[in-house]
């Protein structure tokens, strides 16, 4: 395990600022959504529900299709305003101790323990290690744990059992698990699962489904710890066209197109993965095996590299407001193949003129 200053990086900067203001224009490879998204059928679903905007949002069919999906009962779903706002409520609403997050990993767990006045140790997983997850490294007197899986920005996919490891009796283990719909099978999944004490799961809507604007998403948990979370909301959080997003994307057709697509977003991976490899001589390394929508890479001069991406027409994440990580590091979204052989080839210009 090693430690760095809690300050040493900006918690609050994400891949949407990658594509603001001036980097409207870009081809976006910094933003984890399906490029896509939303497709037809959703999209009417969506526009179908604004008929209903002036009764206020009932949440209970939407629920209840998380609940079937999943397996559970409602008693263990609450619906949120995308994951973000999850992280806010058990920030807000846990009694909590020694919180653990462990990064590299989203930074919004931490960024709304600290703001709700936690103080937050950091388990930082080693590149040497593939950033694979040793739950011997987590203090074994905390009792707030938070991971993710498959972890974003590295793309690693912990094993259940592994991550199943760190709960213990008195111990809330939160598992992101926004990626986890694009992983083909759902392999290594907690969702629905109530055998592991103190779980508490966590699913976003809006990477699969490209609703980053509408803020959907849940949360499984024991029925204690979601009352807990749900007197923490606000009266009618998510809204009527995000409640109707859910239910929809909870059915047997919307099930099997996400499937499908966690087959494809593979294979693109596959092809961008082996692309990227063939810039081995000019020093950059992929970490692998890569199973989200995303790859983390390593490379000199990678500030460079992305600034002259930009001129190029092309927006990258920078990695270095990641805990664990420096500016040798970018995240890339997987995209089609068409779009990621333009991408090698700007890369290509891009890492030459770094070198200057």
Not at 246 to 258: I, S, V
Request: aromatic share 4%; charged share 25%; net charge negative.
């Amino acid at each position: 395990m090693r430690t760095e200053p809690a300050g040493a990086h900006d918690l609050r900067h994400h891949g949407d600022a990658e594509v603001r203001d001036d980097g409207a224009k870009l081809t976006d490879l910094a933003v984890n959504v399906r490029a896509d998204t939303p497709p037809v059928w959703l999209r009417e679903r969506i526009a179908g529900s604004l008929a209903g905007l002036a009764a206020y949002p009932d949440g209970r069919a939407a629920r209840a299709a998380v609940a079937a999906r999943h397996g559970v009962t409602v008693e263990r779903v609450l619906l949120t305003a995308g994951a973000a706002e999850a992280f806010v409520l058990l920030a807000r609403a846990l009694t909590v101790r020694h919180a653990v997050v462990v990064h590299p990993q989203f930074t919004e767990p931490e960024a709304a323990l600290r703001d709700a006045g936690h103080s937050v140790e950091r388990v930082l997983l080693r590149e040497e290690d593939g950033f694979r997850l040793d739950p011997a490294a987590v203090p074994e007197d905390a009792d707030l744990v938070v991971v993710g899986n498959p972890t974003n920005p590295t793309s690693v996919l912990h094993p259940a059992a592994t991550i199943a490891e760190l709960a213990r009796p008195g111990r809330t283990l939160v598992v992101d698990e926004a990626f986890l719909d694009a992983v083909p099978g759902e392999r290594e999944a907690l969702a629905g699962r109530t055998d592991v004490p103190g779980l508490v799961v966590l699913r976003s809507l809006t990477k699969t489904w490209g609703l980053a604007g509408l803020r959907i998403g849940y949360v499984l948990a024991a029925p204690e710890t979601i009352a807990a979370l749900e007197r923490a909301q606000p009266l009618w959080p998510v809204s009527t066209p995000a409640l109707a997003a859910a239910q929809a994307c909870m059915e047997p057709r919307a099930l099997a197109e996400a499937a499908h697509a966690a087959h494809r977003v593979a294979t693109d991976r596959a092809h961008l993965v082996a692309g990227l490899r063939e810039f081995a001589p000019d020093g950059l390394r992929v970490v692998e095996p890569a199973e989200g929508p995303f790859v983390l890479v390593r490379l000199p001069r990678a500030t460079a590299v992305r600034r002259h991406l930009r001129d190029l027409g092309w927006a990258v994440r920078r990695g270095d407001t990641f805990p664990g990580l420096d500016e040798e590091w970018l995240r890339l979204a997987v995209r089609d193949r068409t779009t990621v052989n333009r991408f090698l080839q700007a890369l290509d210009q891009a890492v030459t003129l770094a070198k200057g």
